[in-house]
């Protein structure tokens, strides 16, 4: 009888401490999978280990470092502000590179002054050293920043070029020294003589 009631207390004594055992083992079981878990989460915002099921829309969006999604409100500013400036440039011709520059040329100075008559200024002008036709030849007379001329065809007669009789109206002119140049212009030569001076009345 004795041992019977012995075994019976040292059973009831034995049972609390295997519940204790077991909560033991779950409160420290709970404990190390919280600390594995915070550990991780720590890991992955610093970027150090990358977990696809946590890992948000804008890296799925990303392939080889090209950005898929749409453009931030800075690449738009910029893209508008790309399209005003192109916009803004004026178009210039590019001028070609199979077009030959025109050779110099120096007209002379025949003659010039004014006529008895009228009182326009008449001027004629030798072009040396060429022979062609189609060139122009033009009288521009110069004072106080005002710039009057008149053109004409050049005249090719059978040895020299010549400007013919170029004229100024004396309505366009008034009183005073007049710088006068006479220039040359054609597809192949330009070119302008030396100044002049014609006194008007």
């Not at 519940?19 to 409160?27: A, I």
């Not at 060139?135 to 004409?152: A, F, H, M, R």
Request: proline share 5%; with cysteine; net charge neutral.
């Amino acid at each position: 009888m004795l041992n019977k009631k012995s075994s019976s207390i040292f059973s009831l004594n034995q049972a609390p401490k295997k519940k204790k055992s077991v909560k033991k083992q779950l409160l420290v079981g709970l404990a190390v999978v919280l600390l594995v878990t915070g550990i991780v989460a720590v890991l992955h915002v610093t970027n150090i280990i990358t977990l696809p099921f946590l890992s948000n829309n804008s890296n799925e969006s990303k392939d080889n470092g090209i950005n898929y999604g749409p453009p931030t409100e800075e690449e738009k500013k910029a893209s508008d502000e790309t399209k005003s400036t192109d916009q803004s440039k004026p178009l210039t011709a590019t001028p070609s590179a199979n077009t030959p520059a025109k050779q110099p040329i120096t007209p002379i100075i025949v003659t010039i002054g004014q006529e008895d008559d009228t009182k326009n200024v008449i001027a004629r002008g030798l072009i040396p050293g060429i022979f062609e036709s189609g060139g122009t030849c033009t009288l521009t007379l110069t004072k106080d920043g005002q710039s009057v001329s008149g053109s004409n065809p050049a005249v090719v007669d059978a040895q020299s070029i010549t400007c013919g009789q170029l004229e100024v109206d004396r309505s366009k002119l008034s009183s005073g020294t007049w710088s006068a140049v006479i220039s040359y212009s054609s597809g192949t030569y330009e070119g302008k003589s030396s100044e002049a001076k014609v006194e008007v009345q």
